[in-house]
Every structure is written in structure tokens, then in C-alpha cells.
């Protein structure tokens, strides 16, 4: 069983990834804002972080940025509806910041399943 926080200032969306990925057998927690999943991964070691990009208090990109100054092995997926935005691709931002791999909203649950199985499967080989 993986640990995996995820961050989402969207009740739902974090209650629906959150049901998605305990129903494949991994333990999450939940934070609804950068400032909050931060001080998350501080208190707790996580072996996946899925954040939003877009979210008050601390964005997902400097998110990603802090998560990933603070550990190189954690796997991080950002997921965004912005991320068609013709003046800023925040999706290609946060890859370029330290995110592994990033999903563009709305997915499917077997979707997000299937990426985080990729993740963390190329970090146990490492």
C-alpha cells in the first residue's frame, strides 16, 4: 500500500480522487491548499503527491517546486483544468519545475489509477 497526498482546494475533486485510489489500495490524505499540503509532506512521508495547479494560498506550481526542493525520490502528478490555457501551460510548467508526469481535468478514475500505478512503479525501481 502506497501513502499519497493529495492536494485540491476542491472538496469534490479530492473526495473523488481520494475514493479513486483507496478503492486500489492506497492510503491518502487529503489537503486543500498548497500551505496546507506542504506542511503535510513535512509531517509525513508520502511515497506519491497529486496537487492542482490552480488553488488560493499557495499554487500548485511553487507547490510542486517546495515538494520537490524537499525530496528528489517522492513522486509528484499534477493535475489542472488550466492547462489548455493558450498564455501560460501550467501543466508543462510543473513538469518543467519537478512534477514526474501531469493529467489534465477532467479524467477518469481508471485514468488517475493507471497513471499513479505507472508512478509508482518506475519509483520502486529506482
Known sequence: ???????????LVRFTIRTALEQA?????????????IAAFDASAFDLVITDLLMPEKEGVETVREI??????VKILAVSGGGAMKTLDYLAMAEALGADRSLA??????????????????GAAE
Open 1 to 11: 500500500m502506497s501513502r499519497i497526498l493529495v492536494i485540491d482546494d476542491d472538496r
Open 25 to 37: 489500495g492506497h492510503d491518502v490524505v487529503e489537503a486543500e491548499d498548497g500551505a496546507r499540503g
Open 68 to 73: 520537490r526542493q524537499r525530496s528528489a525520490r
Open 105 to 122: 481535468k477532467p479524467f477518469t478514475a481508471r485514468t488517475l489509477v493507471q497513471v499513479v500505478d505507472e508512478l509508482l512503479r518506475t
